[in-house]
């Protein structure tokens, strides 16, 4: 059982090392046949991508290695966690949310991936359909009631049917 972002994570993972290895050695080469390296842009640009490309490589394995030590059978079923979509209501405004708890690397805000350990994130977490939500934000109080929301478990089964 693999949530969605660890799959992504590793698609990612796959595809930066196969730049890596295949991708701009090619280039590089390219680059040199050119001639003269001191001006040559094209060799610079290469050399710079290669050097982006292992640091982000390094970075996302770190995440992953990180990201397969936890054990999703322990993530409740029955609650809000890491990887669960929440759909919920300020009791102030009457507005509707919907909300995906994400590792801290995934948050977006603007699209309502937010991290398990912003303010919403943690306010969400542990609860269930039906609950309020206190959630001090820099903005003030809000009060959220969770309308519903889907596990990380309910996501996986979903994908494999």
């Known amino acids: 059982m693999v949530p969605e972002f660890v799959r992504k994570l590793e698609a990612k993972v796959k595809a930066l090392e196969y730049e890596l290895k295949n991708e701009l050695p090619r280039e590089i080469q390219r680059a ?6 001191s001006e040559n842009a094209e060799y610079h640009a290469a050399k710079e991508r290669q050097d982006l490309v ?4 390094r970075k996302l394995k770190e995440r992953l ?19 669960s979509s929440v759909r919920v209501v300020d009791t102030e405004t009457g507005d509707e949310h919907e909300y995906e708890l994400v590792a801290s690397e995934d ?10 350990t ?21 903005g003030g109080r809000k009060e ?4 519903g929301f889907r596990t990380v478990h309910d996501k996986i089964v979903e994908t494999d049917n």
């Open 32 to 37: 040199r046949e050119l001639g003269d390296l």
């Open 54 to 57: 292992s640091a982000q490589l």
């Open 65 to 83: 290695s990180s990201l397969r030590m936890i054990d999703f059978t322990k993530i409740r079923t029955d609650a809000i966690g890491l990887g």
């Open 107 to 116: 948050a977006d805000a603007a699209v309502g991936k937010i991290s398990t």
């Open 118 to 138: 912003s303010p919403i994130g943690r306010a969400l977490m542990n609860r269930v359909e039906g609950d309020a939500a206190e959630i001090v934000t820099p």
């Open 144 to 147: 959220f009631e969770i309308l």
